[in-house]
Nanobody, 123 residues
Framework: QVQLVESGGGLVQAGGSLRLSCAAS????????MGWHRQAPGKTRELVAG???????NYADSVKGRFTISRDNAKSTVYLQMNSLKPEDTAVYYC?????????????????WGQGTQVTVSS
């Protein structure tokens, strides 16, 4: 079992920045692929970014160049640095874990989810 706890969400103006954190417990963090997905009101959950145990990264096209995913295996934590935020980035952001990158970037194949953290970007 893996437990994921997100933090760092909040309200920010367009153009601002936020950093999300996800602390993992209950498994060997360093061997898991980790990711972030988001769900806006009335929309389906979608990939934001994923990172493999070896550091290979995938980003959604909508966030490339603005968001950065990283991981600290010593702290069992994955981060999402979000810069140049836009109102359309407003959503609940969910941390995700899976055995491999191909699974963690697919919303239907994620093994574990966090409870989510709200990010609101005002215009």
């Amino acid at each position: 079992q893996v437990q994921l706890v997100e933090s760092g969400g909040g309200l920010v103006q367009a153009g601002g920045s936020l950093r999300l954190s996800c602390a993992a417990s209950g498994s060997i963090f360093s061997s898991n692929a980790m990711g972030w997905h988001r769900q806006a009101p009335g929309k389906t959950r979608e990939l934001v970014a994923g990172i493999s145990s070896g550091g290979r990264i995938n980003y959604a096209d909508s966030v490339k160049g603005r968001f950065t995913i990283s991981r600290d295996n010593a702290k069992s934590t994955v981060y999402l640095q979000m810069n140049s935020l836009k109102p359309e980035d407003t959503a609940v952001y969910y941390c995700a874990a899976a055995t491999i990158l191909r699974r963690v970037v697919d919303t239907t194949l994620v093994d574990y989810w966090g409870q989510g953290t709200q990010v609101t970007v005002s215009s």
